[in-house]
Nanobody
Framework: VQLQASGGGLAEPGGSVRLSCTAS????????MGWYRQVPGKERELVAH???????KYADFVKGRFAISRENRTNTVHLQMNTLAPEDTAVYYC?????????WGQGTQVTVSS
Protein backbone atom coordinates (compact mmCIF):
# COMPACT_ATOMS: atom_id res chain seq x y z
CA VAL A 1 0.00 0.00 0.00
CA GLN A 2 1.30 3.44 -0.91
CA LEU A 3 -0.01 6.71 0.46
CA GLN A 4 0.38 9.99 -1.39
CA ALA A 5 -0.43 13.14 0.54
CA SER A 6 -0.97 16.65 -0.72
CA GLY A 7 -1.74 20.01 0.81
CA GLY A 8 -0.05 21.54 3.81
CA GLY A 9 2.29 24.48 3.77
CA LEU A 10 2.14 27.79 5.57
CA ALA A 11 -0.93 29.30 7.20
CA GLU A 12 -1.52 32.26 9.47
CA PRO A 13 -3.01 31.80 12.93
CA GLY A 14 -6.75 31.47 12.53
CA GLY A 15 -6.34 30.28 8.98
CA SER A 16 -7.17 27.02 7.26
CA VAL A 17 -5.35 24.22 5.51
CA ARG A 18 -6.70 21.16 3.74
CA LEU A 19 -4.76 17.92 3.54
CA SER A 20 -5.60 15.08 1.21
CA CYS A 21 -4.18 11.60 0.87
CA THR A 22 -4.84 8.83 -1.63
CA ALA A 23 -3.99 5.21 -1.04
CA SER A 24 -3.08 2.78 -3.79
CA UNK A 25 -2.01 -0.83 -4.01
CA UNK A 26 -3.51 -3.90 -2.36
CA UNK A 27 -6.05 -2.25 -0.10
CA UNK A 28 -8.29 -4.26 2.17
CA UNK A 29 -11.88 -3.14 1.79
CA UNK A 30 -12.43 -2.61 5.51
CA UNK A 31 -9.84 -0.18 6.84
CA UNK A 32 -9.22 2.97 8.81
CA MET A 33 -7.64 6.02 7.24
CA GLY A 34 -6.40 8.94 9.23
CA TRP A 35 -3.80 11.50 10.17
CA TYR A 36 -1.10 11.66 12.79
CA ARG A 37 1.24 14.54 13.49
CA GLN A 38 4.66 14.95 15.00
CA VAL A 39 6.78 17.83 16.19
CA PRO A 40 10.51 17.52 16.88
CA GLY A 41 11.22 15.99 20.25
CA LYS A 42 7.71 14.69 20.75
CA GLU A 43 5.98 11.44 19.96
CA ARG A 44 3.74 11.08 16.98
CA GLU A 45 0.10 11.62 17.96
CA LEU A 46 -3.24 10.82 16.43
CA VAL A 47 -5.14 13.76 14.96
CA ALA A 48 -8.18 11.96 13.56
CA HIS A 49 -9.21 8.80 11.81
CA UNK A 50 -12.24 7.54 9.92
CA UNK A 51 -13.34 4.01 9.14
CA UNK A 52 -14.65 2.66 5.86
CA UNK A 53 -18.13 2.90 7.39
CA UNK A 54 -17.62 6.52 8.39
CA UNK A 55 -16.98 6.20 12.11
CA UNK A 56 -14.74 9.05 13.24
CA LYS A 57 -12.39 9.66 16.13
CA TYR A 58 -10.75 13.02 16.87
CA ALA A 59 -7.99 13.88 19.28
CA ASP A 60 -9.10 16.11 22.14
CA PHE A 61 -6.94 18.98 20.91
CA VAL A 62 -8.96 19.19 17.68
CA LYS A 63 -11.82 20.77 19.67
CA GLY A 64 -14.17 21.02 16.72
CA ARG A 65 -11.64 22.81 14.52
CA PHE A 66 -10.82 19.96 12.14
CA ALA A 67 -13.00 17.76 9.98
CA ILE A 68 -11.99 14.44 8.50
CA SER A 69 -13.75 12.84 5.57
CA ARG A 70 -13.09 10.11 3.06
CA GLU A 71 -14.05 8.89 -0.38
CA ASN A 72 -14.10 5.10 -0.37
CA ARG A 73 -14.32 4.86 -4.15
CA THR A 74 -10.93 6.52 -4.56
CA ASN A 75 -9.40 5.53 -1.19
CA THR A 76 -8.88 9.17 -0.38
CA VAL A 77 -8.99 10.86 3.00
CA HIS A 78 -9.19 14.59 3.64
CA LEU A 79 -8.45 16.67 6.69
CA GLN A 80 -9.89 20.17 6.75
CA MET A 81 -8.12 22.16 9.43
CA ASN A 82 -9.64 25.46 10.51
CA THR A 83 -8.85 28.00 13.20
CA LEU A 84 -5.24 26.92 13.13
CA ALA A 85 -2.90 27.86 15.96
CA PRO A 86 0.91 27.93 16.11
CA GLU A 87 0.82 24.75 18.19
CA ASP A 88 -0.66 22.94 15.20
CA THR A 89 2.67 23.30 13.46
CA ALA A 90 3.91 19.78 12.76
CA VAL A 91 4.60 17.19 10.13
CA TYR A 92 1.30 15.49 9.33
CA TYR A 93 1.29 11.84 8.30
CA CYS A 94 -1.45 10.07 6.43
CA UNK A 95 -2.16 6.50 7.53
CA UNK A 96 -4.13 3.49 6.46
CA UNK A 97 -4.66 0.67 8.93
CA UNK A 98 -6.13 -2.72 8.13
CA UNK A 99 -6.40 -5.88 10.20
CA UNK A 100 -2.70 -6.64 9.83
CA UNK A 101 -0.68 -3.46 9.84
CA UNK A 102 -0.59 0.31 9.58
CA UNK A 103 0.84 2.05 6.55
CA TRP A 104 2.35 5.53 6.66
CA GLY A 105 2.64 8.27 4.09
CA GLN A 106 5.73 10.40 3.70
CA GLY A 107 4.55 13.31 5.82
CA THR A 108 3.65 16.85 4.88
CA GLN A 109 4.68 19.96 6.78
CA VAL A 110 2.08 22.35 8.15
CA THR A 111 3.44 25.58 9.59
CA VAL A 112 1.22 28.07 11.37
CA SER A 113 2.90 31.42 11.78
CA SER A 114 2.25 35.10 11.27
Amino acid sequence: VQLQASGGGLAEPGGSVRLSCTASGSIVKINVMGWYRQVPGKERELVAHITTLGRIKYADFVKGRFAISRENRTNTVHLQMNTLAPEDTAVYYCTLRDSEKIYWGQGTQVTVSS
